[in-house]
């Protein structure tokens, strides 16, 4: 198989025959063989009776329901397990994504080596309440990923090699760092493409302004395990050493300076009485607790059944 589209949806039953009959014109034109993969993520209107009449009138759809809503994330995560397709396509379902794009889009993977090719919607249809936090996200994420190449991290409509999403889990508000997941699971070829944004036809956006806490605190983890996963120590035991010390060498300082001041007879402060000390005793405690954190952390790391589940890439 040529195509898998997979299109992670949430109330989108208005927009859904519109979208499949515009993928399949794309696909018939280009003698693709395809499969849409609809994954429908707890709706609350009519999306899932929509899904099972395309079903019963087009073989290439199928459908996936999640009984209750649990976010774009787990839907991707799903699709992408499901996917058959030799390049896998992504896409949200309020038509806001052009299937014209997709001829191009697999181009990109199978003729120019691309590992997975991202949208960037350089004229944007959405709120300036919603653009210029994405900008912000967007600027951040390239300065921690080093992936400079990208404007739009967050662009519903990818392209991804087939090895790609199988080896890759996509979770919590995790979708919008899909390119930083992949390049730490050593797929480096990571691409741009310009794409065409046309504003919602149907219904209002299903993301509110908590969305933006919940993908920085996900930008955060995606960093930490991809660079610390397999080695935590090595993040906290120089911090929880540093700290330790600094604390160490305060407090030997403060000592010193009462036994001078004893012995040249004058007048001296407790140790105790003195902030600095108290200052050197929290950075003791600190720095011994990141350190255990560490030591703890690196017992679970190579406990763990992942401990040894590496990215391969070719076996001979």
């Known amino acids: 198989m040529d195509i898998s589209v997979v299109v992670p949806l949430y109330n989108e039953a208005e927009s859904l025959p519109e979208l499949t009959d515009w993928i399949r014109r794309v696909m018939v034109a280009n003698n693709f063989s395809y499969e849409i993969i609809l994954v429908d993520d707890g709706s609350k209107d009519t999306s899932w009776s929509v899904i099972l009449d395309l079903k019963q009138q087009h073989e290439q759809i199928s459908g996936i329901k999640f009984r209750r809503n649990y976010g ?125 944004h046309y504003p919602r036809k149907y219904g209002t956006t299903k993301f509110g302004a908590g969305r933006f806490v919940k993908g920085f605190l996900d930008l955060m983890s995606i960093f930490f395990v991809g660079k610390f996963g397999k080695r935590p120590m090595h993040f906290f035991g120089p911090i929880g050493v540093i700290s330790f010390l600094i604390g160490f060498f305060i407090t030997v300082y403060l000592i010193s300076e009462k036994l001078m001041s004893i012995a040249n007879g004058t007048v001296y402060r407790n140790v105790t009485d003195q902030p600095l000390f108290y200052l050197s005793l929290l950075a003791i405690m600190i720095g011994t607790q990141l350190f255990l954190t560490g030591f703890i952390a690196e017992l679970l790391s190579r406990n763990s059944s992942e401990r040894n589940k590496y990215q391969i890439e070719r076996v001979v």
């Open 72 to 196: 774009k994330s787990a839907a991707l995560n799903v699709g992408f397990a499901a996917a058959q397709g030799e390049v896998v396509i992504t896409m949200d379902a309020d038509l806001q994504d052009s299937p014209d794009e997709i001829p191009e889009l697999y181009d990109r993977v199978m003729n120019q080596g691309a590992d997975l090719v991202s949208g960037w919607k350089q004229k944007r249809y959405d709120p300036i309440t919603k653009t210029i936090p994405t900008k912000l996200f967007n600027a951040v994420t390239r300065a921690m990923s080093g992936i400079n190449n990208l404007h739009d991290f967050n662009c519903g409509l990818k392209a991804y090699k087939k090895d790609v999403v199988k080896s890759i889990e996509v979770y919590g508000e995790m979708h919008r760092y899909i390119p930083v997941i992949a390049k730490w699971a050593g797929f480096s070829n990571i691409q741009e493409q310009v794409v065409q």
